[in-house]
């Protein structure tokens, strides 16, 4: 089930909630279980049949001017109405000054109240965005993520494969690490998937022979990024004589990564191959397809006319003859 402390709202630094805690810090330990905000609406008049436990509740300049032209008698038991359900936090937007039975009452009921100079369509945008990203899948794996012509390709295959040594070389060739060893995965609706780096290893990599390496320290800022689509896995495996090999790419094979199908291409390895230049041709030719050009079905379809035309010109022939 979803939940996450309220506390982590004016921890978190990165969608600018600018939420000041005003009081009710014990409620701080409190859990957001519904990642939606609700407005108090007819819990004003009374009605609290759509306040629900669990959720934040948000006061507007509506709600805070309908509660001061309250008489101070109402005003007490409507508060005491509504801190009485067990909301998860209230936050009042546009920097609304809060009256003191407001306060009061959210100490005594143990609920956090915030205050944010934000106006409330904007609060309500940055919250939203907020539990969208704490309710993603994410997942981590071993591999290497490349921006390759624009391309995020993943690179994954058995430790000692050569993928960190094929990553260095696409650097050298100008391309941009994203990660190495370390992989996360994170999953944003409907189908797209982000991967990065780790904070302890970003920006590192290790070659076997050599030991850890700064890739930014060597090659520039612009040798890495941060962040990055992943649209393409290459699987590195060790080359088998015996096994069958895909000659044509008509069949595209699928790798699926949190319930998202991505293009698998399998690069068998063996000395003499060159697999930084098949990747990069990889990358190539998915920018292609991404443009409506498929080569090997469209050799395929050059191909079948090219033999039903044949056949057509003997049964021409045999026609003549009889």
Not at 156 to 169: H, N, P, Q
Not at 277 to 296: D, M, P, W, Y
Request: aromatic letters at 4%.
């Amino acid at each position: 089930m979803f939940a996450i402390p309220v506390i982590q709202l004016i921890k978190d630094q990165a969608h600018h909630l600018q939420l000041r805690l005003l009081a009710g810090e014990a409620g701080l330990a409190k859990k957001i279980t519904i990642p939606r905000i609700q407005k108090p609406g007819l819990a004003l008049a009374g009605d609290l049949a759509n306040l629900h436990p669990g959720r934040l509740l948000v006061f507007g300049n509506p709600e805070i001017k309908h509660l001061q032209a309250l008489t101070a008698a109402r005003r007490r038991a409507v508060i005491a109405a509504f801190t009485g359900i067990d909301i998860a936090g209230i936050v009042v937007t546009e920097g609304n000054r809060v009256a003191p039975p407001l306060r009061q009452a959210c100490e005594r009921a143990h609920i956090a109240l915030f205050l944010t100079p934000l106006l409330t369509s904007t609060f309500i945008n940055r919250v939203t965005r907020f539990f969208d990203e704490r309710l993603t899948a994410t997942t981590c794996l071993h591999g290497v993520l490349m921006d390759v012509y624009g391309i995020g390709i993943l690179i994954i295959g058995k430790s000692g494969i050569g993928k960190s040594e094929c990553a260095l070389d696409l650097i050298l060739r100008g391309h941009r690490l994203v990660a190495d060893d370390i992989v996360n995965v994170t999953k944003r609706p409907p189908n797209t998937l982000y991967g990065t780096g780790s904070e302890i290893i970003k920006h590192h990599m290790e070659i076997r022979g050599l030991g850890i390496i700064n890739v930014c320290d060597l090659f520039g800022v612009a040798a890495i990024r941060d962040r990055k689509l992943i649209e393409v896995v290459c699987e590195l495996a060790e080359w088998d004589s015996k096994a069958e090999y895909d000659r044509l790419g008509i069949e595209e094979k699928t790798h699926v990564l949190l319930d998202v199908p991505l293009p698998l291409i399998q690069i068998p390895v063996r000395p003499g191959r060159n697999i930084t230049t098949i990747i990069e041709v990889a990358a190539r030719n998915q920018l292609l397809k991404l443009r409506g050009h498929h080569s090997g079905r469209q050799f395929q379809e050059r191909l079948q006319h090219a033999l039903q035309m044949d056949r057509e010109e003997r049964a021409t022939q045999e026609a003549t003859l009889e």
